[in-house]
């Protein structure tokens, strides 16, 4: 079944930890985005990829880092993690097209303690 | 900057009335139009998407967009309890390439019984 998929949905870890939010996608779509949500606020983009090799920054800055290696996978990476970078990060992806809607994963909950 | 503006809420309707949701944008030249729902806790759901002037009905939901006046709502027919939930409007900027996404802050609503 074609779906996007988010590991782990739940992140309990603590301060300078390094950590890796997966992201992967059987929908064959190009474009991959990583969004980080604080609970009743609003999506901000921190990352996205328009395909293999290609990653930019988003409209918040953040200190995770991406990469695309393969289509299907867009992993998130904390090298040190800290209490700040306690939020909800939601993975989605979005087809080349004149579409141009974005369907989301479930999402991640990551508590840095 | 491109913006996508919409009231927080939280707007409260009884069960069974017609829920109106407003959004504004900054962009003459944006093609595409949708709406997200997000409950509490969960990632964002596409439940409309809409590209010309006029009205697109799907149920229970129509969205409407004047793009003279840069302007789309969604309007909720019979609304339920379960409608109760952020609604993300979304329009998307051409930009040099690929597709961003530019989403509100949300409308909350709430439906009382």
């Known amino acids: 079944e074609a779906d996007i998929y988010q590991t782990p949905r739940y992140l309990v870890i603590g301060t300078g930890k390094k950590i890796t939010l997966e992201c992967s996608q059987t929908m064959g779509h190009d474009k991959m985005y990583w969004y980080q949500q604080d609970p009743g606020m609003e999506l901000h983009l921190i990352h996205y990829s328009y395909g293999v090799n290609s990653t930019e920054k988003g409209d918040l800055s953040s200190e995770s880092t991406v990469s695309r290696i393969r289509t299907e996978h867009f992993p998130l990476t904390l090298e040190s993690a800290r209490p700040s970078h306690t939020s909800q990060y939601l993975c989605?992806?979005?087809?080349?097209?004149?579409?141009?809607?974005?369907?989301f994963g479930p999402g991640t909950r990551l508590t840095v303690t | 900057q491109k913006e996508v503006e919409q009231n927080s809420g939280p707007l409260s309707v009884p069960e069974g009335a017609i829920a109106s949701l407003n959004c504004t944008y900054s962009d003459r030249v944006s093609q595409s139009f949708f709406w997200y729902r997000q409950y509490s806790g969960k990632s964002p759901e596409l439940i409309m998407s809409?590209?010309?002037?006029g009205d697109k009905e799907d149920g229970r939901f129509t969205a409407q967009l004047n793009k003279a006046s840069q302007y789309v709502s969604l309007l909720i027919r019979d609304s339920q309890p379960s409608d109760s939930a952020t609604y993300l409007c979304?329009?998307?900027?051409?930009?040099?390439?690929?597709?961003?996404?530019?989403f509100g802050t949300g409308t909350q609503l709430k439906v009382e019984l």
């Open positions: 989605a992806s979005s087809n080349s097209g004149t579409q141009n809607w974005q369907y």
């Open positions: 979304a329009v998307f900027f051409p930009t040099g390439g690929g597709n961003k996404l530019t």
């Open positions: 809409i590209y010309s002037n």
